[in-house]
């Protein structure tokens, strides 16, 4: 255990996290059991390593390619454009270029009447979306973090809603608090 520790500081180390102390300890806490190896396990081996094996390339017949990364240009656990915004019709495929991660639909946070997902850890889901309006989705393990990510359909015909019902959800956030509000303010 004591290995693991030493082990997952220098990795975070590695990674260039922005490393309060508090960040550090929450970090370590809600850290994905799935990613969790002991040196000298075989999986340790995989541990920070970008897999080449599940990357999508643009496919240009309108599917958008959305990476969920444990560090990335605008901070660590994110999704990769977080804030995306598609034609009705169109596809997103959530790509695991980082393992332990998911994409799943928040109830209450999604456009009425449309299906909710919920991908598997690790997997790439793709995801075709008729309906207009915005989309917020969260990565399960990682929602704490904020690793979350909004997508928008033609016109946010919903974007007041989605402020006022996501307010519970941001409070429920110990890194990143106002990462899902940035998203959101960006939208027009
Ligand atoms: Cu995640």
Not at 43 to 68: L, P, Q, R, W
Not at 141 to 155: K, N
Request: charged share 20%; aromatic share 6%; proline share 6%.
């Amino acid at each position: 255990m004591r290995l693991f520790f030493v082990f997952a500081s220098m990795l975070a180390m590695n990674l260039g996290f922005a490393a309060t102390e508090t960040d550090d300890v929450v970090f370590e806490r809600l850290k994905s059991p799935a990613s969790v190896c002991v040196m000298g396990d075989p999986c340790s081996e995989n541990i920070g390593k970008v897999s080449a094996v599940n990357a999508v390339t643009e496919t240009g017949d309108g599917t958008h390619i959305i990476k969920m990364l444990n560090s990335g240009p605008s901070g660590t656990m994110v999704f990769e454009p977080a804030n995306l915004k598609i034609s009705p019709g169109e596809s997103v495929t959530f790509v695991p270029t980082d393992g332990g991660h998911n994409s799943a639909s928040i109830p209450g946070l999604i456009p009425e009447g449309v299906e909710p997902w919920e991908g598997g850890m690790s997997k790439e889901l793709k995801i075709t979306f008729e309906k207009e309006g915005v989309y917020v989705y969260q990565c399960t393990p990682h929602v704490m973090m904020a690793m979350v990510g909004v997508i928008t359909v033609g016109s946010p015909t919903n974007l007041e809603q989605i402020i006022n019902k996501s307010k519970d959800l941001q409070k429920g956030f110990m890194m990143n608090k106002d990462r899902l509000r940035g998203y959101l303010s960006e939208i027009k």
